[in-house]
């Protein structure tokens, strides 16, 4: 045991005095070392890879395109959730041959998805790669690339945006590249690929469009198809002229494709580039029938910008909850049918009504116009000029900008421009002398709004972006997008941008105006509640947002003049609702000088409507056509029946008095000057001395139609609105420290510094 201790201490020892003469390893052993073992590593996983994707490429299979595979029907539910408003179904696809199958069909949709589908491998890994990648983040869903996996997309179904179902969809477009030909791939693309109109396939969809058989198809009719599925639900022509408009561009980007690529004659695509093949009117199924095919158009719209896809909508069995209520849907029907004009049918006067929740930009009901079977353009949607009733964002602006509602403008007509050009007229070209603000908006005094507007610094540019805060759109959509739709064609920084030459829709309209109901607080208008899959997952579930868009007094004082005008301005017919309540009328007219486009947008505490009458095509003649046309004859009486019936048995609440925002006038000129007193009366026999009262230094009692109420101008009205204000006066806009911050939503729309 001695012995046995010994060399155990001699071998530690020997130990000892080795680790001691042991040369550290260089850094470059040390890397030799780490790459030896990273290779092996390395190695080991590529093998690990290599069995996975091996037992995975065997245990995938290629689906039967021809399979029923969306069976569950998506219900779509009013606001309660459990009524229903209609459905989405898939169509039973009809599949046809390859060789049924017209050439131009085939080459306009490489031509216009694919134009290297015959020669690539049907793989895109950068595509595939950054889609993942994209997803991963949070981004917008990307999409393939390829007509190949385009296809695997359709067959293999579930919508999940994982990294492992780009995984397993690489995989079987492996497996479709190994296993069928580009002719197999092609045919069975154009037998699923969604063209819109709920049809599946190329056959289906040449009856949807064209009503005949797909072998019939022509070179334009084949070329407008495959343009049409870069966006089913977007570029369906029977949606009106503009999307007709969008349709056209991409159909001449398919025709030069083709032409370039040789698969169509340069001559024959010269000629049908000119214009768009015609689209006979096709009969729609019944359950699209009165106002329900534009509700459902809206939804089905709606769900793809939430990021569903048209295989989901179609036949996912989705529950969609929507905004809609019964009661307000009929009352817009109805209200519409009630006030309409005698001998007018819906082909020709086009009536459109929207209704939207202040607070939570809940669209409560809408009428869009003609038997969605007969038409499908939603006038609530399409819209038209706006006219007059654009003026309360342009009055809220104004005094944002630092003037009051005392402050006075050139009412006269006609008004000259100072630039020159066509100067502008009230109606009649009534002249009106100088005028306060309330009474320019009462009796929609165009010559001093286009004064007020002059006389703001960069006015048009402010108005505008007043009215983008309070929810109306932008000319283009903005980042992110809002309002329905989400752009305001033609709503640029011109002169007369208060006087409404922009096309603005009902909706969007009745949501500005449910800002100022709100008390200056905007909400962005929507129609989906919530989408619940068929396993019951809620994968979306709508979160009120809302932004301060103006600041309450202003939106009060504006709020204030809208009151004058229904009751005793050009609003006097909404008075028949019987409870408070602002509203603006309003007429725009064509580039030929005719009234086109007649309203009346108005609101409760409760609910904001906006009403619009147009004609054909949506900008011919109401005068002399319609028995009358100013915003408040029918438009306004429409208004009062449709509230009527929304509003029945609702409580009734007060709106709020003005604030009368006191403000550092951005432009001299404007302030109210008393009238001069009137000469005393001259008395023949005088009897006794009398005292001569002076006379009056302040603003006397006037009627209520046209001036303001007796508040003194430099003190607190006698019954303030909002959070308690200075003893100098309402709050202070447009001056040095006045405590007001400027109302801006965190990317959108206003600038910081106003």
């Given at each position: 045991?001695?012995?046995?201790?010994?060399?155990?201490?001699?071998?530690?020892?020997?130990?000892?005095?080795?680790?001691?003469?042991?040369?550290?390893?260089?850094?470059?052993?040390?890397?030799?070392?780490?790459?030896?073992?990273?290779?092996?590593?390395?190695?080991?996983?590529?093998?690990?890879?290599?069995?996975?994707?091996?037992?995975?490429?065997?245990?995938?299979?290629i689906p039967d395109p021809n399979a029923e595979f969306l069976t569950e029907t998506t219900q779509v539910y009013y606001s309660d959730g459990k009524s229903q408003l209609g459905q989405f179904a898939v169509q039973k696809r009809d599949s046809i041959d390859y060789d049924e199958m017209p050439q131009y069909v085939k080459d306009a949709v490489v031509a216009a998805e694919n134009q290297t589908f015959w020669t690539d491998n049907g793989l895109d890994p950068k595509g595939i790669l950054r889609a993942a990648f994209s997803n991963a983040q949070g981004n917008a869903t990307q999409g393939a690339s390829t007509i190949t996996q385009q296809y695997v997309k359709i067959l293999y179904l579930t919508q999940e945006r994982t990294w492992k179902r780009k995984l397993k969809e690489a995989i079987l477009s492996l497996k479709v590249k190994n296993q069928l030909s580009k002719q197999d791939v092609l045919e069975g693309y154009l037998n699923t690929i969604y063209f819109g109109r709920g049809a599946y396939g190329i056959q289906a969809a040449a009856q949807s469009y064209f009503?005949?058989?797909?072998?019939?198809?022509?070179?334009?009719?084949?070329?407008?198809?495959?343009?049409?599925?870069?966006?089913?639900?977007?570029?369906?022509?029977?949606?009106?002229?503009?999307?007709?408009?969008?349709?056209?561009?991409?159909?001449?980007?398919?025709?030069?494709?083709?032409?370039?690529?040789?698969?169509?004659?340069?001559?024959?695509?010269?000629?049908?580039?000119?214009?768009?093949?015609?689209?006979?009117?096709?009969?729609?199924?019944?359950?699209?029938?009165?106002?329900?095919?534009?509700?459902?158009?809206?939804?089905?719209?709606?769900?793809?910008?939430?990021?569903?896809?048209?295989?989901?909508?179609?036949?996912?069995?989705?529950?969609?909850?929507?905004?809609?209520?019964?009661?307000?849907?009929?009352?817009?029907?109805?209200?519409?049918?009630?006030?309409?004009?005698?001998?007018?049918?819906?082909?020709?006067?086009?009536?459109?009504?929207?209704?939207?929740?202040?607070?939570?930009?809940?669209?409560?009901?809408?009428?869009?116009?003609?038997?969605?079977?007969?038409?499908?353009?939603?006038?609530?949607?399409?819209?038209?000029?706006?006219?007059?009733?654009?003026?309360?964002?342009?009055?809220?602006?104004?005094?944002?900008?630092?003037?009051?509602?005392?402050?006075?403008?050139?009412?006269?007509?006609?008004?000259?421009?100072?630039?020159?050009?066509?100067?502008?007229?009230?109606?009649?070209?009534?002249?009106?002398?100088?005028?306060?603000?309330?009474?320019?908006?009462?009796?929609?005094?165009?010559?001093?709004?286009?004064?007020?507007?002059?006389?703001?610094?960069?006015?048009?540019?402010?108005?505008?972006?007043?009215?983008?805060?309070?929810?109306?759109?932008?000319?283009?959509?903005?980042?992110?997008?809002?309002?329905?739709?989400?752009?305001?064609?033609?709503?640029?920084?011109?002169?007369?941008?208060?006087?409404?030459?922009?096309?603005?829709?009902?909706?969007?309209?009745?949501?500005?105006?449910?800002?100022?109901?709100?008390?200056?607080?905007?909400?962005?208008?929507?129609?989906?509640?919530?989408?619940?899959?068929?396993?019951?997952?809620?994968?979306?579930?709508?979160?009120?947002?809302?932004?301060?868009?103006?600041?309450?007094?202003?939106?009060?004082?504006?709020?204030?003049?809208?009151?004058?005008?229904?009751?005793?301005?050009?609003?006097?017919?909404?008075?028949?609702?019987?409870?408070?309540?602002?509203?603006?009328?309003?007429?725009?007219?064509?580039?030929?000088?005719?009234?086109?486009?007649?309203?009346?947008?108005?609101?409760?505490?409760?609910?904001?409507?906006?009403?619009?009458?147009?004609?054909?095509?949506?900008?011919?003649?109401?005068?002399?056509?319609?028995?009358?046309?100013?915003?408040?004859?029918?438009?306004?009486?429409?208004?009062?029946?449709?509230?009527?019936?929304?509003?029945?048995?609702?409580?009734?609440?007060?709106?709020?008095?003005?604030?009368?925002?006191?403000?550092?006038?951005?432009?001299?000129?404007?302030?109210?000057?008393?009238?001069?007193?009137?000469?005393?009366?001259?008395?023949?026999?005088?009897?006794?001395?009398?005292?001569?009262?002076?006379?009056?230094?302040?603003?006397?009692?006037?009627?209520?139609?046209?001036?303001?109420?007796?508040?003194?101008?430099?003190?607190?009205?006698?019954?303030?609105?909002?959070?308690?204000?200075?003893?100098?006066?309402?709050?202070?806009?447009?001056?040095?420290?006045?405590?007001?911050?400027?109302?801006?939503?965190?990317?959108?729309?206003?600038?910081?510094?106003?």
């Amino acid at each position: 045991m001695v012995q046995g201790k010994r060399k155990s201490g001699a071998s530690t020892k020997k130990s000892k005095a080795r680790s001691k003469d042991r040369t550290p390893r260089t850094w470059k052993q040390r890397l030799k070392r780490y790459t030896v073992w990273g290779l092996i590593a390395c190695v080991v996983m590529a093998l690990l890879g290599a069995a996975g994707f091996f037992v995975a490429y065997r245990s995938i299979d290629i689906p039967d395109p021809n399979a029923e595979f969306l069976t569950e029907t998506t219900q779509v539910y009013y606001s309660d959730g459990k009524s229903q408003l209609g459905q989405f179904a898939v169509q039973k696809r009809d599949s046809i041959d390859y060789d049924e199958m017209p050439q131009y069909v085939k080459d306009a949709v490489v031509a216009a998805e694919n134009q290297t589908f015959w020669t690539d491998n049907g793989l895109d890994p950068k595509g595939i790669l950054r889609a993942a990648f994209s997803n991963a983040q949070g981004n917008a869903t990307q999409g393939a690339s390829t007509i190949t996996q385009q296809y695997v997309k359709i067959l293999y179904l579930t919508q999940e945006r994982t990294w492992k179902r780009k995984l397993k969809e690489a995989i079987l477009s492996l497996k479709v590249k190994n296993q069928l030909s580009k002719q197999d791939v092609l045919e069975g693309y154009l037998n699923t690929i969604y063209f819109g109109r709920g049809a599946y396939g190329i056959q289906a969809a040449a009856q949807s469009y064209f009503a005949k058989d797909a072998a019939d198809l022509n070179l334009k009719q084949s070329a407008a198809l495959a343009a049409i599925l870069n966006n089913p639900n977007g570029l369906d022509p029977a949606d009106g002229d503009d999307v007709a408009q969008r349709l056209l561009g991409r159909y001449q980007y398919v025709l030069d494709s083709m032409a370039k690529m040789g698969t169509a004659p340069a001559g024959e695509v010269s000629q049908a580039r000119e214009a768009l093949p015609k689209f006979p009117q096709i009969k729609q199924s019944a359950q699209y029938g009165g106002q329900r095919g534009h509700v459902l158009t809206m939804v089905r719209k709606e769900l793809s910008n939430l990021g569903f896809s048209e295989e989901e909508i179609n036949g996912g069995g989705l529950q969609v909850t929507t905004t809609f209520t019964k009661k307000a849907m009929a009352a817009a029907a109805e209200g519409v049918a009630e006030q309409r004009p005698e001998g007018f049918g819906p082909k020709q006067l086009h009536v459109a009504v929207a209704s939207v929740q202040p607070g939570t930009g809940a669209v409560r009901g809408f009428y869009g116009g003609q038997d969605y079977l007969d038409s499908q353009i939603n006038w609530a949607v399409a819209g038209g000029q706006a006219g007059s009733t654009f003026k309360p964002f342009a009055l809220a602006s104004a005094i944002e900008s630092g003037f009051e509602l005392k402050d006075t403008f050139d009412g006269n007509s006609p008004y000259d421009l100072p630039g020159g050009g066509r100067p502008i007229e009230n109606q009649g070209n009534h002249s009106y002398g100088r005028v306060n603000l309330i009474k320019a908006t009462e009796d929609s005094i165009n010559t001093a709004y286009i004064d007020m507007t002059l006389s703001m610094p960069d006015g048009p540019n402010q108005i505008i972006s007043t009215a983008n805060a309070m929810g109306i759109p932008p000319a283009e959509p903005a980042d992110p997008p809002y309002g329905i739709p989400t752009s305001s064609p033609g709503l640029q920084p011109n002169t007369g941008v208060s006087l409404g030459s922009q096309t603005v829709s009902p909706i969007n309209m009745a949501n500005g105006y449910a800002t100022i109901a709100n008390r200056g607080v905007a909400a962005d208008a929507y129609i989906i509640e919530k989408v619940v899959d068929r396993d019951g997952v809620v994968r979306y579930d709508h979160k009120v947002t809302t932004h301060d868009a103006v600041p309450e007094g202003i939106a009060d004082d504006v709020g204030y003049a809208l009151q004058q005008v229904v009751k005793s301005g050009s609003g006097t017919a909404a008075l028949g609702l019987d409870r408070p309540a602002g509203g603006k009328t309003g007429t725009a007219t064509n580039g030929n000088g005719e009234v086109s486009s007649a309203w009346f947008v108005g609101y409760t505490p409760q609910l904001a409507t906006a009403v619009m009458y147009v004609r054909g095509k949506g900008n011919e003649q109401l005068k002399d056509w319609l028995p009358s046309y100013f915003g408040g004859a029918y438009p306004a009486k429409t208004w009062t029946a449709v509230m009527l019936r929304a509003l029945d048995g609702a409580d009734v609440e007060s709106l709020p008095p003005a604030a009368y925002v006191k403000g550092e006038a951005p432009d001299d000129g404007h302030e109210y000057v008393p009238p001069p007193p009137p000469p005393p009366k001259k008395t023949k026999k005088p009897k006794e001395t009398k005292t001569t009262q002076a006379p009056p230094t302040e603003l006397p009692p006037p009627p209520p139609t046209t001036e303001l109420p007796p508040p003194p101008t430099d003190t607190v009205p006698t019954q303030p609105t909002g959070p308690p204000t200075t003893t100098g006066g309402g709050p202070i806009i447009g001056g040095p420290g006045n405590g007001q911050k400027p109302r801006v939503r965190q990317g959108r729309r206003r600038p910081a510094n106003r």
